[in-house]
């Protein structure tokens, strides 16, 4: 079975700084995606950012990149020049390549921001 | 559109007691699930539809049903609440299983099981 491990209960980091968010996943499947999504104190599930596993490039959205090690099953989170309203829970998911929408989840991480 | 919303907000139940989580989205989507969320734990899947009539178990669908009769909406049945079922619970949908169909998830019900 798929597994998704955030060995970070929380982080903190100060505001206009960077933060890096780790993730490890474990799978046999060579067609898969991985996704970050926030949760704020509102409970909403917001996606972040996304991954396709064969590509190569990371994916990059505005001040939010990741670093996609496929060999080491490694997803991290980078978050450039911090705002407060980043502020919330950020959660690591895969999801099987082929077949329905069923996200597998990590723990999560809970990020402060410093002002 | 309203996306994807779930009724109750919060729901307090009593040990055995039924009831039934609505969610409901008008964006035309096939693909419609349920995850529970539990302190320090990410979301896990409860059930799933990849389309009206059709519905398959996630990783955690014990003591809960669900039916797809419609495309628009999900309900999710807890038939004898038990208290290991308080949790927070969030509905979600998609257009397809593509990498770009994204899953917008409902703002979540919180229930509690006494």
């Known amino acids: 079975a798929q597994t998704v491990t955030q060995s970070q209960p929380e982080m903190s980091v100060q505001e206009a700084e960077t933060v890096t968010l780790s993730c490890t996943y474990d799978t046999s499947e060579s067609d898969y995606y991985l996704f970050w999504y926030k949760q704020p104190p509102s409970r909403q599930m917001i996606l972040v950012i996304r991954?396709?596993?064969?590509k190569q490039q990371n994916a990059t959205e505005n001040r939010f990149s990741v670093n996609f090690q496929k060999a080491a099953k490694s997803f991290s989170l980078k978050i450039s020049d911090s705002q407060l309203g980043d502020a919330a829970m950020y959660f690591c998911?895969?999801?099987w390549g082929r077949g329905a929408q069923k996200l597998v989840f990590g723990q999560g991480t809970r990020l402060t921001i410093n002002p | 559109n309203a996306g994807v919303t779930q009724t109750p907000k919060f729901q307090v139940l009593k040990t055995g007691q039924s009831m039934t989580l609505q969610c409901a989205q008008d964006?035309?989507?096939?693909?419609m699930s349920w995850y529970r969320q539990d302190p320090g734990m990410g979301l896990r899947l409860i059930h799933y539809?990849?389309?009206?009539?059709?519905?398959d178990q996630g990783e955690v669908p014990n003591g809960y049903n669900v039916s797809r009769s419609t495309t628009e909406d999900f309900p999710l049945r807890l038939l004898s609440a038990a208290p290991s079922q308080t949790s927070v619970y969030f509905c979600?949908?998609?257009f397809g299983q593509g990498a770009s169909d994204e899953q917008f998830f409902g703002p979540g019900t919180r229930l509690t099981v006494l």
């Open positions: 539809s990849v389309g009206a009539g059709i519905t």
């Open positions: 964006m035309n989507h096939e693909y």
């Open positions: 979600a949908s998609s």
């Open positions: 998911a895969y999801r």
């Open positions: 991954q396709e596993a064969y």
